[in-house]
């Protein structure tokens, strides 16, 4: 069991930067992929970025590679994600979420924890 908490998020204007925090609680944070999703409205919940047990493998969706970073610290228990040149498209609220399985990257199934989100608004 893993509890999350998200922190971060904001309104900000095109092309600003925004950091967003995830803190863990519970059991073994350094063994479960980490990963950010995302969801607009009237839009499905789609994973933005991922990353695994010890940090060295990323996954970023199309829409942010190059522009936003996922970390990790697993001494704070904590997931990172450095979102920078924002446009208006990346309006949404993001949630963290954790899986618990093999040390893979891959693949959007399996989140079975979740944060309660935190709201980006990208606007000038």
């Known amino acids: 069991q893993v509890q999350l908490v998200e922190s971060g998020g904001g309104l900000v204007q095109p092309g600003d930067s925004l950091r967003l925090s995830c803190a863990a609680s519970g059991r073994a944070f350094y063994r479960f992929i980490m990963g950010w999703f995302r969801q607009a409205p009237g839009k499905e919940r789609r994973l933005v970025a991922a990353?695994?047990?010890?940090?060295?493998?990323?996954f970023y969706g199309d829409s942010v590679k190059g522009r936003f970073t996922i970390s990790r610290d697993n001494a704070r228990s904590a997931v990172y994600l450095q979102m920078n040149d924002l446009k208006p498209e990346d309006t949404a609220v993001y949630y963290c979420?954790?899986?618990?399985?093999?040390?893979?990257?891959?693949?959007?199934?399996?989140?079975?924890?979740w944060g309660q989100g935190t709201q980006v608004t990208v606007s000038s």
């Open positions: 979420a954790a899986r618990w399985g093999p040390d893979t990257v891959v693949g959007e199934a399996g989140y079975d924890y």
């Open positions: 990353i695994n047990w010890s940090g060295a493998n990323t």
